[in-house]
Structure formats: C-alpha cells, structure tokens
C-alpha cells in the first residue's frame, strides 16, 4: 500500500480590506470556486456561505479530502483565508487568484506541510 500524498495548509490574513470587498458574499464565494479550480483542487459540491448580522461573511468549500475556508470581518478590515489541500496540487495558485481580487495592504501567510509533505512551493507577499 501506498503512502498518501502530504498535505499543505496555507492560513493567510489580508489586512486593510476595503469594507465593500468584505461584505460581497457573491464574489467571495466566487473566488472560493475560482482559486479551488485554478489549483487544480476536485471540490465536493458549492461554497457553503453565511452572512453575518455584522455583513460579514463566512463561506467553507469542501474538496476531496481537504478544505477551503474564508471569513470576512468589516469591523477588523480583514479577510481570513485558510486552506487544507494536497501537496501534489498547485495550492499557491489559490492565494494567488485571492491577492489578484481582494485589495489589501498586506497580506500575512503561514504554510505547513502536512502527513508527509516534502516540498515547499510557497510564495510570499
């Protein structure tokens, strides 16, 4: 039997965010299904995705085996992005289609490797 695939998990914080770009609960799901296919990641159905009373939203796609998650909060200028995919994938493409739409004046990322996981890919912002 073989060992499976190591795992990378990529938490991200986007800091300065424009309040509009934090409470479009239409793009930021958007961009969950457009990062998740640019990474080349199978998804297991659509964005789950709640508005908050604050207008913030909070959305979960499930992939195969993994996740990606992100939370918008207006009151902190931040959105919060956390991804769980395999390391054979092109995880940093999701950032990449992220830091493309979402107008920030930082970003912040951590990147783990995960059961295995022998290459860093990362990128840097």
């Known amino acids: 039997m073989t060992e499976p695939a190591g795992l990378v998990h990529l938490v991200a914080d986007f800091v300065d965010v424009p309040d509009a770009s934090l409470r479009d609960a239409t ?11 640019a990474a080349g990641l199978q998804t297991s159905g659509l964005p789950i995705v709640h508005v908050r009373p604050d207008g913030g939203v909070s959305a979960v796609l499930m992939l195969e085996e993994c996740h990606l998650i992100l939370h918008a909060h207006p009151a902190r ?24 739409r979402i107008p920030a004046s930082a970003v912040h990322q951590d990147v783990r490797h995960r059961a295995g996981a022998t290459t860093d890919r990362g990128i840097s912002h």
Do not use: N, Q
Not at 27 to 37: E, K, N, T, V
Not at 83 to 92: H, R, V
């Open 27 to 37: 793009m930021l799901s958007g961009l969950l299904i457009a990062a998740a296919g």
């Open 77 to 100: 200028r931040m959105l919060f992005l956390d991804l769980l995919a395999p390391a054979t994938k092109d995880w940093s493409r999701v950032l990449e289609v992220f830091t493309r």
